[in-house]
């Protein structure tokens, strides 16, 4: 069945539909978009996306995703080095500095642990958390995990590991919806989650 169009724009069709919060009709509406304003939009973000593709990185310290490593957090001096955030994702990290309310450092885990999906301990990120913990000689780590199944179970596990370096554990607290993912909160919500964080 004919599409209308050639097959590289249905290919670029596709790959946006794959994008988290895209499918295939707002991808056709994006594509015509861009076909239509390529030189002030198309030509940009296809640099850009190559310039992403060819110097984005993993810091080495946290996880973060960034152009430098170790990244820009980590680099910068201003930060509290006393506190660290653990989260599940750079979506995660992203969400909360954004809201510019945390001055401290992060670590993000990669994911949760899930038996389902056959996602173990050493999947994660938690040795080298414990590790950083000992190095840094943190005093607090805050587990920002989201109020899933799996981010609790993985919160109570990381608070056991974390247990014999003497670290203050403490969570966001619970007035995050059960079930919703940091990434999707207002700034608000993540505010007052932060400031009523408790130990575990």
Same mark, same amino acid.
């Given at each position: 069945? /004919?599409? +209308?169009?050639?097959? =590289?724009?249905?290919?670029?069709i596709q790959l946006l539909g794959k994008l988290p919060g895209l499918g295939?009709?707002?991808?056709?509406?994006?594509?015509?978009?861009?076909?239509?304003?390529? =030189?002030?939009?198309?030509?940009?973000?296809?640099?850009?996306?190559?310039?992403?593709?060819?110097? @984005?990185?993993?810091? /080495?310290?946290?996880?973060?995703?960034?152009?430098?490593?170790?990244? !820009?957090?980590?680099?910068?001096?201003?930060?509290?080095?006393? $506190?660290?955030?653990? %989260? #599940? =994702?750079?979506?995660?990290?992203?969400?909360?500095?954004? !809201?510019?309310?945390?001055?401290?450092?992060?670590?993000?885990?990669?994911? $949760?642990? /899930?038996?389902?999906?056959?996602?173990?301990?050493?999947?994660? !990120?938690?040795?080298?958390?414990? #590790?950083? %913990?000992?190095?840094?000689?943190?005093?607090? @780590?805050?587990?920002?995990?989201?109020?899933t199944v799996d981010g609790q179970t993985t919160a109570h596990y990381v $608070? #056991?590991?974390?247990?014999?370096?003497?670290?203050?554990?403490?969570?966001?607290?619970?007035?995050?919806?059960?079930?919703?993912?940091? =990434?999707?909160?207002?700034? +608000?919500?993540?505010?007052?989650?932060?400031?009523?964080?408790?130990?575990?």
């Amino acid at each position: 069945m /004919s599409t +209308g169009h050639a097959p =590289d724009i249905d290919r670029l069709i596709q790959l946006l539909g794959k994008l988290p919060g895209l499918g295939p009709r707002s991808a056709r509406r994006a594509v015509l978009h861009l076909i239509k304003k390529r =030189d002030p939009l198309l030509v940009p973000l296809a640099e850009a996306l190559a310039t992403v593709r060819d110097r @984005v990185r993993t810091c /080495s310290v946290c996880g973060n995703a960034d152009t430098v490593d170790p990244c !820009s957090l980590c680099a910068d001096p201003r930060r509290a080095t006393g $506190t660290l955030c653990v %989260v #599940e =994702d750079v979506a995660d990290l992203w969400a909360l500095d954004r !809201s510019d309310l945390f001055t401290g450092r992060y670590h993000v885990l990669g994911g $949760t642990l /899930s038996a389902l999906d056959g996602i173990g301990p050493d999947d994660l !990120s938690i040795a080298p958390l414990v #590790e950083r %913990v000992r190095r840094e000689g943190v005093d607090e @780590v805050i587990l920002a995990l989201n109020a899933t199944v799996d981010g609790q179970t993985t919160a109570h596990y990381v $608070t #056991e590991r974390l247990a014999s370096t003497g670290v203050r554990v403490t969570a966001l607290a619970h007035g995050l919806p059960v079930g919703g993912e940091l =990434d999707y909160l207002d700034d +608000g919500t993540l505010a007052a989650a932060l400031q009523a964080r408790k130990s575990l």
